[in-house]
């Protein structure tokens, strides 16, 4: 069992950085991979990055190169930098774990929502 808590998300003008931070309960964070996912209003919710357990990245194309995922499996925790933000990057955001590579989904955080103005 993996319990997830997100936090960093809020409020930034375009072009600004934000950096999520998800924490992991339990001693088998490093043995997940983990992921970002994010969902905006009335749209499906769609990876943004996933990294495994030895540290192999997957990018979707939406924030590939703005957005930096990484992990510290020492400190349990999974991070997702966001730079050069865009008004489209609104969207409540998810950190979950699992042991699929491309779709990390068995364990889900309640989310953080990030909002990007104009």
């Known amino acids: 069992q993996v319990q997830l808590v997100e936090s960093g998300g809020g409020l930034v003008q375009a072009g600004g950085s934000l950096r999520l931070s998800c924490a992991a309960s339990?001693?088998?964070?490093?043995?997940?991979?983990m992921g970002w996912y994010r969902q905006a209003p009335g749209k499906q919710r769609e990876l943004v990055a996933s990294v495994s357990r030895s540290g192999v990245i997957n990018y979707k194309d939406r924030g590939e190169g703005r957005f930096t995922i990484s992990r510290d499996n020492a400190k349990n925790t999974v991070y997702l930098q966001m730079d050069s933000l865009k008004p489209e990057d609104t969207a409540v955001y998810y950190c979950?774990?699992?042991?699929?590579?491309?779709?990390?989904?068995?364990?889900w955080g309640q989310g953080t929502q990030v909002t990007v103005s104009s």
């Open positions: 339990g001693r088998t964070f490093s043995t997940y991979t």
């Open positions: 979950a774990a699992g042991s699929s590579f491309w779709s990390p989904n068995e364990y």
